[in-house]
């Protein structure tokens, strides 16, 4: 079992900077896809940013390219997600999830996720 515990969320002004942390527990974070996704009040849960496994490839939604950066640092089995420029319509609940190669389907394991709130 994998337990994800996210950190960083806050309330800051459009145009602002906030970096979210994703802490990992278990052995094997290194060989997992990681994620962030996003929830939007009375929205759905949405996909935000993602990091292979050895960290060489990323993807990102088109709203947040250019403006968000994904990585990881694996000796610390923590996940970020450096965003700038932030405007109101990132306000959402900022979860972390963990894809298990081993498991079928995908995003095994969800964070509780962190508020970020950005005030035009």
């Known amino acids: 079992q994998v337990q994800l515990v996210e950190s960083g969320g806050g309330l800051v002004q459009a145009g602002g900077s906030l970096r979210l942390s994703c802490a990992a527990s278990g052995r094997t974070f290194s060989s997992y896809l990681m994620g962030w996704f996003r929830q939007a009040p009375g929205k759905d849960r949405k996909f935000v940013a993602a990091?292979?496994?050895?960290?060489?490839?990323?993807s990102y939604v088109d709203s947040v390219k250019g403006r968000f950066a994904i990585s990881r640092e694996d000796t610390k089995n923590t996940l970020y997600l450096q965003m700038n420029s932030l405007v109101p319509e990132d306000t959402a609940v900022y979860y972390c999830a963990a894809d298990d190669p081993r498991i079928r389907g995908t995003w095994d394991y969800w964070g509780q996720g962190t508020q970020v709130t950005v005030s035009s």
């Open positions: 990091i292979s496994w050895d960290g060489r490839s990323t």
